[in-house]
């Protein structure tokens, strides 16, 4: 077994058995352990009683947060003629159509969130292998299929998260970072909670939510009671 650095023992033993904190405690944990060198994300892993092989049972959604991500997110755009200038306008790092389709078939994907206008489809659709794995295949359920492109991308960059429910059933992103104010990063995991909770799919059985767990980049775990994160 690898030995253990001191920074990583020293933050397993503060975190030691505790669980099922309230919001307010497991951040301020959180917070208290994040030593690292650069200021680490706060994340969110939310374990749901779902099977998203099965399409009525699917979680997908967006969620702004109220205090941003502190993330710098870069934004491509699939648009042209005037509403390629407005992504342009709105702060949009890269903006293309067929040159831009061509750029991501060679395997540089300089991005973090894709929106296309609806007229830009039957190109984007080429690159569903490629950018569908990554979760950067726009989609009008979550608003990155759209004519309102300067919306779109003032969201993207503003703080707003995509969510997508992987293999068994997890949902997890990043609601903050470790600089952030307690009550800031309080906010915006709740925010996320009751996203996920309203995205809940017809075809889920019984118990929804089962499991949320919060922790830093570099950081252990710690699960968090689910009636504390959970809003009305």
């Known amino acids: 077994?690898?030995?253990?650095?001191?920074?990583?023992?020293?933050?397993?033993?503060?975190?030691?058995?505790?669980?099922?904190l309230s919001v307010e405690e497991a951040v301020a944990l959180i917070k208290a352990n994040a030593t690292a060198k650069f200021d680490e994300t706060v994340e969110i892993a939310m374990n749901l009683g779902i099977d998203p092989r099965h399409a009525d049972q699917m979680v997908r959604g967006v969620v702004g947060l109220p205090n941003g991500t502190g993330k710098d997110v870069r934004v491509a755009v699939f648009a042209r003629g005037p509403k390629a200038e407005e992504a342009q306008a709105a702060g949009a790092d890269i903006v293309g159509a067929e040159d831009l389709m061509e750029t991501v078939q060679s395997g540089k994907i300089d991005f973090?969130?894709?929106?296309?206008?609806?007229?830009?489809?039957?190109?984007?659709?080429?690159?569903?292998?490629?950018?569908?794995?990554?979760?950067?295949?726009?989609?009008?359920?979550?608003?990155?299929?759209?004519?309102?492109?300067?919306?779109?991308?003032?969201?993207?960059?503003?703080?707003?998260?995509?969510?997508?429910?992987?293999?068994?059933?997890?949902?997890?992103?990043?609601?903050?970072?470790?600089?952030?104010?307690?009550?800031?990063?309080?906010?915006?995991?709740?925010?996320?909670?009751?996203?996920?909770?309203?995205?809940?799919?017809?075809?889920?059985?019984?118990?929804?939510?089962?499991?949320?767990?919060?922790?830093?980049?570099?950081?252990?775990?710690?699960?968090?009671?689910?009636?504390?994160a959970v809003t009305e």
């Open 1 to 20: 077994m690898a030995k253990l650095g001191k920074r990583t023992r020293a933050a397993r033993e503060a975190f030691g058995a505790q669980e099922n």
């Open 112 to 228: 973090d969130r894709c929106i296309a206008t609806p007229d830009m489809m039957p190109i984007v659709g080429r690159l569903g292998k490629v950018l569908g794995p990554r979760n950067l295949m726009p989609n009008p359920k979550v608003g990155t299929v759209t004519m309102d492109v300067e919306a779109a991308v003032k969201a993207a960059k503003g703080g707003e998260v995509q969510f997508k429910a992987e293999k068994g059933g997890v949902v997890h992103a990043g609601v903050g970072k470790a600089s952030f104010d307690e009550a800031k990063l309080v906010e915006n995991i709740r925010a996320f909670v009751g996203a996920v909770a309203k995205a809940k799919p017809t075809g889920a059985k019984g118990s929804y939510m089962q499991k949320i767990a919060l922790s830093s980049t570099m950081g252990p775990g710690v699960t968090v009671a689910i009636d504390n």
